[in-house]
């Protein structure tokens, strides 16, 4: 599975973003697929995941603002961000995984297919 990020760039506090990951295959079977972010010194952290079934799980820092959803019939999966934040700055990374639970959130091990990430700077 290959998994291309687009959509990220720079935001003043407040704004919002859409990323979009495209799956070089259909990932409505048994994929879980999520949403992941990195800055300097910082290990990965789990932002949302959304699993085969269609259950959403998000992080504490992102519940009520960001919103991750999955278009099967373009195998695309979205993350909108709204009422972004400084400290959400960071490298947006898309992942997925056969079988692997949604809330998997914080182990970022576990997720076996990566993007290249994309880049989100919110300034205050």
């Known amino acids: 599975v290959q998994l291309v990020e687009s959509g990220g760039g720079s935001v003043q506090s407040g704004g919002s973003l859409r990323l979009a990951c495209a799956a070089s295959?259909?990932?409505?079977?048994?994929?879980?697929m999520g949403w992941f972010r990195q800055t300097p010194g910082k290990g990965r952290e789990g932002v949302a995941t959304i699993d085969s079934t269609g259950s959403t799980y998000y992080a504490d820092s992102v519940k009520g603002r960001f919103t991750i959803s999955k278009y099967n019939a373009e195998n695309t999966l979205y993350l909108q961000m709204n009422l972004l934040k400084p400290e959400d700055t960071a490298i947006y990374y898309c992942?997925?995984?056969?079988?692997?639970?949604?809330?998997?959130?914080?182990?970022?091990?576990?997720?076996?297919?990566w993007g290249q990430g994309t880049q989100v700077t919110v300034s205050s």
């Open positions: 295959r259909s990932s409505s079977s048994r994929y879980s």
């Open positions: 992942a997925a995984g056969y079988d692997t639970p949604g809330y998997f959130l914080d182990r970022p091990y576990m997720w076996a297919y």
